[in-house]
């Protein structure tokens, strides 16, 4: 069966971390891009980075340059996205999809497989 299944989200204080995992399962990651996307309730799902399993590339939206990182371990088939100096409106669900290029750009949603069930992350005092 193939799947992402995402983990590490929860509650964390304004200026906390947590680090976000994305396992694959059925597939590899080979050859793939995989983005992290966002959705905050109201609101419509967004990019926030996305990696090149290929060559590691990297992208990021402008609203996390500097504060999240993302990385893959290949043969863990996961990718992960650090996220540090978290803010109130970083509030979302966030999945993990994969994408059939290998450049890493993030591209728009429709445009993404397999997506993850997602991972509530808040951050609130």
């Known amino acids: 069966q193939v799947q992402f299944v995402e983990s590490g989200g929860g509650l964390v204080q304004p200026g906390g971390s947590l680090r976000l995992s994305c396992a694959a399962s059925g597939f590899t990651l080979d050859y793939l891009t995989i983005g992290w996307f966002r959705q905050a309730p109201g609101k419509e799902r967004e990019g926030v980075s996305s990696i090149s399993s290929s060559d590691g590339s990297t992208y990021y939206a402008d609203f996390v340059k500097g504060r999240f990182t993302i990385s893959r371990d290949n043969a863990k088939n996961t990718v992960y996205l650090q996220m540090n100096s978290l803010k109130p409106e970083d509030t979302a669900s966030y999945y993990c999809?994969?994408?059939?290029?290998?450049?890493?750009?993030?591209?728009?949603?429709?445009?993404?497989?397999?997506w993850g069930q997602g991972t509530q992350v808040t951050v609130s005092s």
């Open positions: 999809a994969a994408g059939d290029w290998t450049s890493g750009d993030l591209r728009p949603v429709w445009m993404y497989d397999y």
